[in-house]
Nanobody, 126 residues
Framework: QVQLVESGGGLVQAGGSLRLSCAASGRAFSNYAMGWFRQAPGKEREFVAAVSWSGVSTKYADSVKGRFTISRDNAKNTVYLQMNSLKPEDTAVYYC???????????????????WGPGTQVTVSS
């Protein structure tokens, strides 16, 4: 199983930027699609972005398209989420996740992912 730990969350004003990182250990990181999800209080966990195991293919939720960028560095076993033009509605706990099986395509559902980090809080003030 892949162990994941997120970092980079914090408090930022609307319009600001943050970069989240997710460090992976365990199984061959480079073989797994990676995703970012978020969960706000009282809401279900929702898809944010995903990247294929090769890094070639990416997917984004409509709500973040054009503002967020997902990327990965397989040499560093790390996946990133660059968040620009942040809005108060982006406030949530952000989770990093690895696909269930190696070489799976990048999914958008929580069930497409089998390993999860503990999450990092992102708060955007208005």
């Amino acid at each position: 199983q892949v162990q994941l730990v997120e970092s980079g969350g914090g408090l930022v004003q609307a319009g600001g930027s943050l970069r989240l990182s997710c460090a992976a250990s365990g199984r061959a990181f480079s073989n797994y699609a990676m995703g970012w999800f978020r969960q706000a209080p009282g809401k279900e966990r929702e898809f944010v972005a995903a990247v294929s195991w090769s890094g070639v293919s990416t997917k984004y939720a409509d709500s973040v398209k054009g503002r967020f960028t997902i990327s990965r560095d397989n040499a560093k076993n790390t996946v990133y989420l660059q968040m620009n033009s942040l809005k108060p509605e982006d406030t949530a706990v952000y989770y990093c996740a690895a696909s269930v099986r190696s070489f799976d395509p990048a999914g958008t559902r929580p069930t497409d992912f089998g390993s999860w980090g503990p999450g990092t809080q992102v708060t955007v003030s208005s």
